[in-house]
C-alpha cells in the first residue's frame, strides 16, 4: 500500500523550532523526489522545500529559505522538515508529496498531514 504519514506537528512559540517528519511506504522511496507542501486556513497549498531522490540538491520557497532545512534519509524511508525561527506566518498543515517544485502540488501522492501552529 502506497503511503506517506506525516507527524511531529505542534504548537510553537514566535522564534521556536520544530522538526517535522514523513514516513513513506509502498513505493521505491530512494527513487522518488520529494517535496513540502503547506495550506493555511483559507489559503491555497503554497509549495514549501523540494528535495532530489538522492537528497543531494534542495530547494526553497523564498519565505522559508535560511529558515527551512529538508532532509531525506533512503536508508529509513523518512522525509524531514528542520523549521527555525518559526513565525505565525508559518502555522498551516503541513503536507509531504512525491514531486519535485510546484509540480508536487498537483501530486497524486500526498500524506493527510500534521498541524503546525505558531502563536504566543
Known amino acids: 500500500q502506497v503511503q506517506l504519514v506525516e507527524s511531529g506537528g505542534d504548537w510553537v512559540q514566535p522564534g521556536g523550532s520544530l522538526n517535522i517528519s514523513c514516513t513513506a511506504s509502498?513505493?521505491?522511496?530512494?527513487?522518488?523526489?520529494m517535496s513540502w507542501l503547506r495550506q493555511a486556513p483559507g489559503k491555497e497549498v503554497e509549495w514549501v522545500a523540494s528535495v532530489t531522490a538522492s537528497g543531494r540538491t534542495d530547494a526553497y520557497a523564498d519565505s522559508v529559505r535560511g529558515r527551512f532545512l529538508i532532509h531525506k534519509d533512503n536508508t529509513k524511508n523518512i522525509l524531514i522538515l528542520q523549521m527555525n525561527s518559526l513565525e505565525p506566518g508559518d502555522t498551516a498543515l503541513y503536507y509531504c508529496?512525491?514531486?519535485?517544485?510546484?509540480?508536487?502540488?498537483?501530486?497524486?501522492?500526498r500524506g493527510q498531514g500534521t498541524q503546525v501552529t505558531v502563536s504566543s
Open positions: 508529496a512525491s514531486g519535485y517544485g510546484l509540480e508536487s502540488i498537483s501530486s497524486g501522492l
Open positions: 509502498g513505493f521505491t522511496f530512494s527513487s522518488t523526489l
